[in-house]
């Protein structure tokens, strides 16, 4: 099963983005869009390269961090499209990893500014403020977390499995919220950003770069993913647990390692959003950031590895845009959500690219 | 005087579980009979809140206001699965999550734009404020009591509707199979924008009732709507039971955890520190006793479907 031949192709542009049925071997569909889904990919994450560069450049400091606002944001919506897109797990919950990535970054640096340990028992753990050891433990915790919330909800389906990875995520969000000892609800401000070594983290273009890299990164790992024997298998989980179980490999563990992955690319990302922010509140944690990410994931084109990259884009450029005109730029948010899903369920990638899946 | 408390708590657990199920019931009705997620159920609890006060406001009468609210929160329901919920029964639940958070936006912005983002004042009549002495010396809010007592009425008025009318049986029929309910000729439509509405109006009433309490206020419909979801959860998705054994037992368990929790923690830890983790703790007690649940019955206590 290791030799997933990619689509025939001669462009070789996007011999990473051919997810799901087209290549697991379960359904050989031709790829009729294939230059032009190829086209408007590479346009996509080149715009997101070159303008804050070229705004950088120009004296344009605001539109290099809304850049990496994007780029974050796309980043943990490429976690919860592998959950939701390619494994069919309905999670309403991924803020919980997004906030708990935000104050993994936040109280390391908070413990490394003060010069307090974070624990002295049973063995002494000072705070840190490098950002590798950041992501480490952010990874770390995430995954810890999202085994035990995916080991009990993943015993149900359909509307449980939404309600209860909604409600854990709750909890998470509650408990940040009566904590005092890290602001409670009032947050946590990180006073000096995280830091790697040789690199100068505070130049907002090195930040977009990191925040870069780590978005190419979880859409890198997501395509090698699905297409290898792991993928098929979670494909399977999706279309048809039965016949998967009947070819021998249980779905259960394959859901909750494609879940617990999903988690910790979105708890990096709620760990980059801390240090872009110099900020983590509960807000990072709340049942909101669960739905709007939903939101991206759908209005990007769910199961698509560019759609949480055209859904972040788009919701972001909304937000700021109607944002500036009206302090009600959620309402129209809402009506055009309310239209993407009655009406387009495909998504902006399906608009400009075509359909990749056969529904 | 700590009985007095704990009578007095008691009574805050049970009140708190007779509103929730009033949203709970709705909920779960409408997952019940047409299949459908709804998170807009919030929504028509602040409707409900909001009507409340504005006419309480203009008429001088609670009880006009009341009967405004709930009157307001069912057709704003009914028009609601008119225009978009009635798309969203065939669709997987992943579209109906969506669809009520755009809902959910649309529904909180446009309160915010109508209202303004400040809180309405709403209080209860002067007829219901006061205290009532308990036995044990405990003094209770009257209107919290009759808070009970409302919850109370509507649950038996409920099980009267659900298992003696002829609404409640083909809501039961609906319950077990839609199509055959169709096929025997009653009209679905009307009866799925009857049972959406029936919620929504048990919603609103739930929301002005409580908005009298606490504040009528953008948004106050979400942490509800999150408690009423841990309700139907653990009472199992589609049973009215279970909505009502699950809303005493989620009112009870979060009210006592919130007082008791902290104290228990302050018998063997500094009191700052005890307060800290008891509340933080007491937050999270809920979500534990599902997790719990769960781990044990996938399906919740009283599982309607499989």
Redesign the interface.
Known sequence: MTNNTPLTNNTGLSKSAAPGVANSGLATQPDNHFDRKGLVQIVLLGLLFLVPVAAYFLGHIYYVNLASRITIIAMAAVGLNLAIGYGGMVSFGHAAYFGLGGYVAGISAYHAFNFTPFMTWPVNVPGSDSMLVVWLVAILVCALLALAIGAISLRTTGVYFIMITLAFAQMIYYFANSWPTYGGEDGLPIYLRNGLPGLDTNNALTYFLICFFGLVLAMAITSRLMKSRFGAALTMARLNDVRLATAGISPYPIRLVAFVISAVITGLAGALYADLNGFVSPTMLSWHFSGELMVIVILGGVGRLYGPLAGAVLFVMMETLLGGMTQYWQLFLGLVLLGVVLFAKHGVMGWLAGRERNE | MSVTLLIEQLLNGVQLGTMLFLMASGLTLV?GVMGL?NLAHGSFYMVGAYATAAVTASTGSFLVGLGAGIIAAALVGALVELI?IR?LYHRP???Q???T??????F???T??IFGSSPMRLSPPSWLTGFVTLPGDTRYPIYRLMLIGVGITVSIALYFLISKTRLGMRIRAGESDREMIGALGVNISKLYTLVFALGAGLAGLAGALVGALQSVQVGMG?PVL?LA??V??IGG?GSIKGALFGALLVGLVDTLGRVYLPIFFRTFMPPSEAS?VG??L???LI??L??II??FK???LFSAHD
Do not use: N, Q
């Open positions: 997952f997620i978009v798309r639940h992943l579209d999550v969506l669809a958070f755009a809902l959910i936006l649309i909180s912005e446009g915010r734009w979400e999150i979801f841990v139907i959860v998705i800290g509340a933080a007491a937050a999270m979500y534990i599902m997790a769960l781990a996938p399906k919740g």
